[in-house]
């Protein structure tokens, strides 16, 4: 799926959590801003969450 590379603030948003451990996983939904950050979770739960995040009809 082709998408337009998130802002430049969204993108220096998602370094600097990364770099705190944080991972962060947006909707690749054209238009959608939707996205989860999570941090010391199990891989099930992160599983989920990005099941979640990556789903644009479950927001």
Do not use: F
């Not at 944080?22 to 199990?42: A, D």
């Amino acid at each position: 799926m082709n998408q337009d590379p998130p802002p430049l603030l969204e993108a220096i948003s998602d370094a600097l959590a990364l770099l705190n451990g944080k991972r962060t996983i947006r909707c690749p939904h054209p238009g959608c801003r939707i996205h989860i950050r999570y941090r010391h979770v199990t891989p099930d739960e992160a599983k989920s969450l990005i099941d979640v995040a990556t789903d644009h009809t479950r927001h």
